[in-house]
């Protein structure tokens, strides 16, 4: 809303914190895409590396619906 308190750094600041960060940010948006790739490439082998070219042939099931009874444990708010 209107009312929403928004923090912004400068430009300046920013530069600095990169820099004090070593390439930390960078760094971990590689290693978290790397991960990602490993576990997809993982639920395909165990998946039994069924052939991908078929998959435009496939229609994708409907995502679970947030108040599926499976998520029920989850605690989550939305």
């Not at 920013?14 to 820099?19: D, K, Q, T």
């Not at 395909?44 to 099931?61: D, I, M, S, T, Y």
């Not at 409907?62 to 599926?68: A, D, G, R, V, Y």
Request: hydrophobic share 35%.
């Amino acid at each position: 809303g209107k009312n929403k308190v928004e923090k912004t750094y400068s430009p300046e600041y920013r530069v600095l914190y990169h820099r004090n960060l070593k390439g930390m940010v960078e760094s971990r948006f590689r290693s978290s895409a790397q991960m990602l790739a490993q576990l997809i490439f993982t639920a395909w082998v165990l998946a039994g590396e069924p052939n991908l070219e078929l998959l435009e042939n496939v229609e994708l099931e409907k995502p679970p619906s947030l108040h599926n009874p499976i998520h029920a444990d989850l605690n989550c708010d939305h």
